[in-house]
């Protein structure tokens, strides 16, 4: 479970995050939230790339940014980017050193993921060549190099075309099947309705509202209740 | 330890595919055939030889540590790709002496190929192995690794460009500040002029420490106690530096 409680994040005097105490275990939780709502502040303060100002997050009981919290994530950023020159298997083979995981029962491990994202005929490709696409895709798969049991994904589908939106997803579910608990960034409604049973609507750093997404719609549409819990708070400023 | 030998293995390959292995191989090749033509031309002459030969590998090196040291830290950061790297059981101390230990294996590589084939010359030009001259080379990467981390260090505050203008800015303050503490004392300025003085020469890096070009190109004696001094001291400031870097890079907000 990813706990969070009474998280601040300040850069200098602006707040990007405020007052945010949230308990997750849905299989699928989504943070909804338009540009700059806090979304990926919140993400990057999860996986230890951000330290928050005051407030705690906890993985399982420790806190999110020990090693033993790191082993058990998965981060996928938004708008992923490389070392241009290393192939797609080199990149997966990187990142998996750094978990302490080789040798050819991990390459085949590694190559079953790129399968999975749908890039192994590229593997030997310089991530040069790479699509946009094609390089969400890898940033997807280099997320689940460490087997991991918590998935953070950034806007994950953002620069893929429908057929490889329809793909992610199915490898997401897939993921949800094994047991893997996944929190998805995005600010399109469609995919938390699609995909999530949670969801925390984040508007200029506050958590709004968390929890079921069908309780949220209460009969109406995603999009409409969330014009309306947005815009009834959209006085508030940080 | 295992995390930082994986970041330094991956810098290095980067790097080597980055063209740096071309520019080495380039001069490397430049390099051989100049140094044969002027052995050829000034056969009497081999002071000169070997002073061209190792100044050629510095002022080549130091432009590959200048290289790296200010842009390959930096566009990791840029570029945003130690999102990859530091949400993975990575600590950002890892990181920094991973990238610096790979930079530095870049240079030891350099100074390598082109010690061969320094040797190589003055071997096939004028018969014999020149120990010296490997030693001012050995020397020479010492000092390289120094001016590298201290890039890194300014990386962590300011932007490549202005990385390039301190780094740059150090190098030469850092090849004549003794002799700018010798000629103040010399003149016999005091007070504040000379604290200040002293002050530069005790923080900024005395890069001429690790110059034994003379003594390799003119035969003579160079006690031991000199180049382990030397070799203590880089040891001393680039760790200094690379704990200031990790410290500042902790605080950084990515």
């Known amino acids: ?238 | 330890m295992h995390t930082v030998l994986v970041i330094a293995k991956n810098t290095f390959k980067l790097e080597i595919r980055n063209k740096i292995l071309y520019a080495i191989l380039g001069f490397g090749v430049l390099y051989a055939v100049v140094m044969l033509f002027l052995s050829d031309l000034v056969l009497q002459e081999l002071p000169m030889v070997k002073s061209f030969g190792l100044l050629g590998i510095y002022f080549f090196n130091v432009i590959v540590a200048l290289f790296l040291g200010t842009t390959s830290f930096h566009k990791d950061i840029e570029r945003k790709i130690v999102y990859f790297i530091l949400a993975k059981p990575v600590s950002r101390a890892q990181f920094v002496i991973g990238k610096f230990t790979g930079l530095c294996l870049v240079l030891l590589s350099s100074s390598v190929m082109l010690g061969a084939v320094y040797c190589g010359v003055i071997a096939y030009a004028h018969g014999g192995f020149d120990a010296m001259g490997l030693l001012a080379i050995a020397m020479q990467f010492l000092e390289m690794a120094l001016f590298l981390a201290f890039a890194i260090f300014v990386t962590t505050f300011s932007s490549s460009l202005l990385s390039i203008v301190y780094t740059s800015a150090v190098f030469f303050a850092g090849h004549i500040v003794s002799s700018i503490l010798v000629d103040a004392k010399a003149i016999g300025i005091g007070g504040f002029k000379l604290l200040a003085v002293e002050a530069m020469y005790y923080v900024l890096p005395n890069l001429e420490k690790f110059n034994i070009r003379d003594f390799a190109v003119h035969p003579v004696a160079t006690p031991f106690t000199f180049f382990f001094m030397a070799l203590c001291y880089a040891a001393a400031y680039i760790a200094l530096l690379l704990f200031a870097a990790i410290w500042i890079f902790e605080k950084k907000e990515l």
Do not use: W
């Open chain 1, 1 to 238: 479970m990813v706990v969070y409680s009474s998280v601040r994040k300040a850069y200098k005097k602006r707040v990007a995050v405020t007052d945010f105490s949230l308990s997750v275990s849905a299989p699928i939780f989504g943070f909804l939230g338009a540009n700059g709502a806090g979304k990926t502040t919140i993400m990057k303060m999860t996986v230890g790339l951000l330290a928050p100002t005051s407030g705690t997050i906890m993985i399982d009981g420790q806190p999110s940014s020990a090693p033993v919290s790191k082993n058990k994530i998965g981060f996928m950023p938004e708008t992923p980017y490389f070392y241009e020159t290393f192939t797609g298997m080199e990149f997966m083979k990187f990142c998996g050193e750094l978990y302490g995981r080789r040798g050819s029962a991990f390459n085949s491990f590694a190559g079953g993921l790129l399968k999975k994202v749908g890039i192994y005929g590229a593997r030997d490709y310089q991530i040069r060549t790479y699509s946009k696409g094609m390089r969400q895709r890898l940033g997807f798969a280099q997320a689940l190099v460490n087997d991991p049991e918590y998935l953070f994904l950034d806007e994950p589908l953002d620069g893929l075309d429908p057929v490889g939106r329809r793909e992610m997803k199915d490898v997401m579910r897939d993921l949800r099947r094994d047991g893997k608990k996944i929190f998805l960034n995005t600010h399109i409604l469609y995919d938390v309705e699609e995909m999530c049973e949670e969801l925390g609507v984040l508007h200029r750093g506050r958590l709004l509202y968390a929890g079921s997404v069908k309780e949220f719609c209460a009969g109406k549409s995603l999009e409409e209740r969330f014009v309306e819990v947005v815009g009834a708070s959209g006085s508030q400023e940080l």
